[in-house]
Nanobody, 123 residues
Framework: QVQLVESGGGLVQAGGSLRLSCAFS????????MGWFRQAPGQERELVAA????????YYADSVKGRFTISRNNAKNTLYLQMNSLKPEDTAVYYC????????????????WGQGTQVTVSS
């Protein structure tokens, strides 16, 4: 069974940066596509960024392109999300998720989810 544990959330001023981490255990991390999702109050959960396992290809939502960077360290079984130039509209609970197939933007395809970490950006 895969377990995912996010960390690194917190309160930051607009324009600041945070780096989220997601520790993966229970299976072979390098064989899973990984994604970061977020859910703001009253809104649906959305995919922010994803990274493939086979070739390292990535996907970013338009709202975060140029500001966020997803990366993975297969030796450490850890997924990262570097968030720069944060905006108040980035405030949300951020979740990491694992997909045992190739990179997809379809939420239902992700097999495992973490508990989430809160990111709050003040104006």
């Amino acid at each position: 069974q895969v377990q995912l544990v996010e960390s690194g959330g917190g309160l930051v001023q607009a324009g600041g940066s945070l780096r989220l981490s997601c520790a993966f255990s229970g299976r072979t991390f390098s064989r899973y596509a990984m994604g970061w999702f977020r859910q703001a109050p009253g809104q649906e959960r959305e995919l922010v960024a994803a990274v493939n396992w086979s070739d390292g290809s990535t996907y970013y939502a338009d709202s975060v392109k140029g500001r966020f960077t997803i990366s993975r360290n297969n030796a450490k079984n850890t997924l990262y999300l570097q968030m720069n130039s944060l905006k108040p509209e980035d405030t949300a609970v951020y979740y990491c998720a694992a997909d045992s197939h190739l990179l997809t933007i379809t939420q239902s395809a992700y097999d495992y989810w973490g508990q989430g970490t809160q990111v709050t950006v003040s104006s």
